[in-house]
Each structure stands twice: as C-alpha cells, then as structure tokens.
C-alpha cells in the first residue's frame, strides 16, 4: 500500500507492505541503518525512533500506522553538521563503545529533555530503561545525559 | 489489539479466540532480516461502526489492531495469522480521557502514556495510573493501549486489577448493538472474554468513588519493578468516619484471570484501617491465588509468599490516601 510520511523533516512517499515495519521501511527502503535491529520484539531500544516526538520501538510498528506522522530517526537529530548537544555529550563522556545502543539511548534522552529539561538522575535512568547496553556503558550514559540537559538550558 | 507487560508469553498464546495458528518451528526464524510476518491486508476504517462491519464481515480471518505490541510479536512469531488487521489505532472516537457524572471516561485507545500522566488519574484512580506507569519502557508505554490491555486478557494484564478495584463499567458495542459489562464479568479465561465475534470494546467508565477513597496498584517485577509482572495486588479503600465503607481488592497473575478476592474485602468492612487486617487481607489474597505451574514469571509458592506483602502495601498505599480526602469528583 502508498503511504507518505516524513522522515527527519523530509516527506517520503513510497509503497509498503502492510506486514513490513517501521524499522524494516526505514533500513532496508530508505537506508537509514543507523536505527538497530536488534532484538526485532520490543525488549532491546535498539531500534528506538521518535513519532510525532516519543519513543518508540520501530519493530513493533507497523509500517501502515505511520501514514501522515513524523519521524526521526538518529540521522536527523545532528543539524546542518553540527552534532546535537546530545551527541557532543555522549562523545565527550564517552558513553559509547560498541555504539549499537546509541541511537535508541540518543533519541529516548532527546525526548525526555524535550519533556522535561531537568530531569533527576533517576528519572534519567528510567526513561532508558527501555534500551540495553551491552558494553556496560550505563554510568557515562547517564552523566552524558545530564551533562547534555545543563548544556541545552545554557544554550541560547 | 495490544499493550502490556508480557512479550515472552508469545509461546503460550491460547489460539481458541479464534485465530490460526502454525506449527511453531515453521516461522518466527530470526535472521538478519528479521522475522517476517505473512502477508495481510490492512483496512482503515473511518468509524466505530465500519470496523465492526469489517470484522464481521472478515471473522476469524481478522484481529483488531490498536498499538500493536502484542500483536506485531506475535504475527512475527508465527504464533498468529490473520488476512485482514483492522486498524483501531486511529479512530479519535476511541482515543480520550474524560469526566463524566463525577466519574471518568477512558477511551480504550488512550495510551499508558496519556494514561500515566493525567491529571484526571492523580487523585482516586491513582492505581490505574500507577499500573500503566509499571507497563514496561517508554517505547511500549507510547504504543500500548489500556483498552488492548484490557480486551487482550493476557493474565498479567497490568491495568485489569486497577480497573476490578474500581468497578469498572465496559461498553462493548456490536453488529447487535451496545451492552455494558461489569469487569468483574469480563475475562474468562487466559486471553478469552466476554467479547463476541465483531465486538468491541468502546468506553471503559470508572463510576464516581465518593469523598476520602483512595486506590493504589502494587507490583513485584523482575527489574525495578517495571515490565513482567510476577505478581499483582490493586486495592481501594472508601473510608467513612475512619472506617472502611467499602473494599476493593484484586490481584493479577496469581490465577487464570485477573479477579478480586471477596474474602479480603468483607474482612475490612467496618474496620478502622489497620495493619493487623491488611495481613490478615493478604493471607486471604494468598489463598485464594492459584497460580499456573511452570510460569516463567514465578512459582506459585513464590507467588503464595509475594501476594501477602503486596497486598498489604497496597491497602497501606490506599488507607492512606483516602484518609488524605483524595476521593471525590474527577
């Protein structure tokens, strides 16, 4: 079936199969591979992307559902090449290692600070909650993310 | 149509609501382009009443499809097939939180999102508000419903004891035409309803609790507390003079279905809340579970031991905030 929707300020229009996902259209349509595929049934964040703005898993999306929505994926969080303050945070802490996590930890962390631009430690630690590391990186994770939340505020 | 707390529970789906299934071993191959679900049909109703048609017209050929995250798992498991999905997901009618007659609303669609933050569930349906928040991570929080949680009947659907320990009223509307069902009246077993072919759940209606009521959902999970559900207990508590007017207690994952224990709640009629009668609540909660051998969730002595302490920290939680007066009108 012909679905449109935009993908990291982009609108694409293409045809989808009713059973492919998100995560499928996305890497294998659209080439978009830095979304994970990962444990492909909801337990590993790896395919995390933003629709409309919140988290969500991509895999368990169904391609059909997200005619006419948003989404962003971690190629469109970096703008006109210049990394995101998240980004510069995780690099800075180096809260990455194998990097497979990284864009699903990147773009859950973006929608909390958009949600919530101060956010405790602990809040930090649950809204990931949904995203495994495997590499153990959680500690510069979270000090990454609360180190990009006082940055944004001080941002102009 | 799904939300919840139990992906794993795939291998043990109970295909008698009507749905194909395959032998196991036949689908659900992971490899690097990942499982791949057989191929369907996607129809987009624009109404209630056209989706009900569709499912009629379709049978057991066709699901439902709300948020997907049982569903999606499931199809790529190999564990269901179907010909047709409905799609639920974007029907406004079906999406909303809202007072009405002092008491609330809830669209089956509303996410556990919404559902965890709104306002309109800080105050004496905390409890619900505090089962969707425990429904695993965000990314599945954003997707899942209450009303897939609910019409699903998975035993350890998260918000089906908050929902029993509110009584719940639900409006399932059909070929036939609506009728309302207690909740208590709802599931009837794993993954089977009262629902019929080409009913659907429309409104879930919490009545009004009355001033100094107070609820509060308590759960073992395996981490933090969130996600997989070992062992559920919903409580609410309607105090009057500093006594108990009326109890509600229910528990999930502790037998085939979600249900309140009546035992527990004549126990506290007419007593003043105190922790002698929260235990002996719990040790009825106890004996009244019969848990399923084998869950890989949790034995059902470890269970057995579970329910006690999550009851009486339920009715704690609850004593509490009814004493506080945070009952009333939504």
Known sequence: ?156 | MLAGAARRRAGRFDPSNGCETMPQDSRGQRGTGGAKVRPFDYLIPDSVDEAIAMRLEHGDRSRFIAGGTELVVLMKAGKLQVDYLIELSRLAALRFLRPADGGLCIGPLAIHAEIERSPLLQGPWLALAEASASIREQQVKNLGTVGGNIAFAVPSADTAPPLLAFDALLRLRGPAGERTVPISEFFIAPYRTTLGPAEMLVEIRLPETGTHFGSAFCKLGRHHNLGLSVATVAASLKLEAGEIVQARVAMGVAAPTPRRVLEAESLLLGQKPNPAAFREAGRLVARAAAPRAGSIRGSPEYKREVLPALTERALGLAAMRAARGEGGRA
């Open chain 1, 1 to 156: 079936m012909r679905i449109s929707f935009t993908v990291n300020g982009r609108l694409r229009e293409l045809d989808v199969r009713p059973e492919s996902t998100l995560l499928e259209v996305l890497r294998e349509e659209l080439g978009l591979t830095g979304t994970k595929h990962g444990c492909d049934s909801g337990e590993c964040g790896a395919c995390t992307v933003l629709l409309d703005g919140e988290p969500v898993n991509s895999c368990l999306t169904l391609a059909p559902a997200v005619r006419d929505r948003e989404v962003l994926t971690i190629e469109g969080l970096a703008e006109d090449g210049r990394l995101h303050p998240l980004q510069q945070a995780f690099v800075d802490h180096g809260a990455l290692q194998c990097g497979f996590c990284a864009s699903g930890m990147l773009l859950t962390a973006k929608a909390l600070l958009d949600r919530n631009p101060s956010p405790t430690r602990s809040e930090v630690r649950r809204w990931l909650a949904g995203t495994l590391c495997r590499c153990s990186g959680y500690v510069q994770i979270v000090d990454a993310v609360m180190d990009a939340a006082n940055r944004l505020k001080e941002a102009p």
